[in-house]
């Protein structure tokens, strides 16, 4: 049974930044593509990035240059750190694992 479970959500202000933290279980971690995806209010869930098992990253453009996906395989995390955040980045975000697991998510708000 794959877990994966979201940490780190909150509130926080344009321009500062959050890091969102997922543990993973029920699998073997170090062999699987793992990613955050995201889903706004009235808008379609959207991959925000995404970490191969050999380390290859993708980002969206959206998020391209202020976020950073890392995997620590000993630890079973993948991690998503975000900078720079825009009121536009107010969503849950969710763990992902390839090619159809997905956590419960969690609630980002960028809000002054």
């Known amino acids: 049974q794959v877990q994966l479970v979201e940490s780190g959500g909150g509130l926080v202000q344009p321009g500062g930044s959050k890091t969102l933290s997922c543990a993973a279980s029920g699998f073997t971690f170090r062999l699987s593509t793992m990613g955050w995806y995201r889903q706004a209010p009235g808008k379609q869930r959207e991959l925000v990035a995404s970490i191969s098992w050999a380390s290859n990253t993708y980002y969206a453009d959206s998020v391209k240059g202020r976020f950073t996906i890392s995997r620590d395989n000993a630890k079973n995390t993948v991690s998503l750190q975000m900078n720079s955040l825009k009121p536009e980045d107010t969503a849950v975000y969710y763990c992902?694992?390839?090619?159809?697991?997905w956590g419960q998510g969690t609630q980002v708000t960028v809000s002054s």
């Open positions: 992902w694992r390839a090619a159809n697991d």
